[in-house]
């Protein structure tokens, strides 16, 4: 917070909210310091990317036409998004219960954070905003295939909570959605959202040689431990969105009767079995 942005770091955390946790985004409330605070996040983040994101996000930002003209309008956006994937965007104040946020994706609304970040925090933010969630998330729901895999992990996270294994699920998540990467022809490329949104760990994911990069297992990925407040130290490599869906359309049930009570990995550690594309120096993290 600044002298010239004297506003609370999430001004919408005492909006009124629906039952199911949305809340009006009052676009024409956003001043003009934060209409540039976007504009000046999305001009770094278009460059870092181009080259680096996968083709699916990149096009997706053009057919949505996402630029550096101010915060989006949530409505506007869905609008565009509908028409591609059946898919909808609803402003949230932050982060919602489990069971509320499976519901949406479920039900193809993704819930995004309506506050921007402050001027402090623009490197660096440990909770989604609309920045992190626009960006980096929803360009990834215009792709059909990606669209369909959210709607099923929606649906499988209602069933994990009545198993008692979200935590599994959650780490699938985290390594696909969220810090994924995919094997395209010019090689590897981000689809994650914790990368896509984050110009550091864009150019760390794709170029350090400290994490280990590693073939995709939904057992594997299910029983790995991640770090939520540094770089990743170990991505995991789709061949394509089609087998994401493929994989995460079967019947979870027994892959949690076969994780259940097994040791949990490290994010750090490369196990028997794993495809190996790069086994890392892991120089960066022992340095930090």
Known sequence: MTASDPRPKNRYATAPRAADYTIDQAWQTYSREEHDRWDRLFHRQKAVTRGRACTAALEAMDK?????????????????????????????????????????????????????????????????????????????????????????????????????????LARLYWYTVEFGLIREAEGLRIYGAGILSSPQETVFALEDDSPNRIGFDVQRLMRTNYIIDD???????IDSFEALLDACY???????????????????????????????????????
Not at 231 to 237: D, L
Not at 267 to 274: A, K, L, T
């Open 64 to 168: 949505l036409e996402l630029s550096a003209s101010g915060i989006p309008h949530m409505g506007e956006l869905s609008d565009k998004l509908q028409k591609l994937t059946g898919w909808q965007v609803v402003p949230v104040a932050e982060l919602v219960p489990d069971d509320v946020f499976f519901n949406h994706l479920a039900n193809r609304r993704f819930p995004a954070g309506a506050f921007i970040r402050p001027e402090a925090e623009f490197d660096y933010l440990q909770e989604p905003d609309v920045f992190h969630d626009i960006f980096g998330h929803v360009p990834m729901l215009a792709n059909p295939v990606f669209a369909d895999f959210m709607e099923a992990y929606g649906k499988g996270g209602q069933r994990a909570m009545r198993l008692g294994q979200l935590h599994n």
């Open 250 to 288: 079967q019947d979870f049930g027994s892959v949690y009767h076969d994780v259940k009570g097994k040791t949990d990995f490290e994010p750090f550690q490369v196990v028997s079995g794993d495809e190996v594309l790069h086994r890392g120096t892991h120089a960066y993290f022992e340095d930090a």
């Open 231 to 237: 770089f990743q130290q170990t991505y995991f490599v």
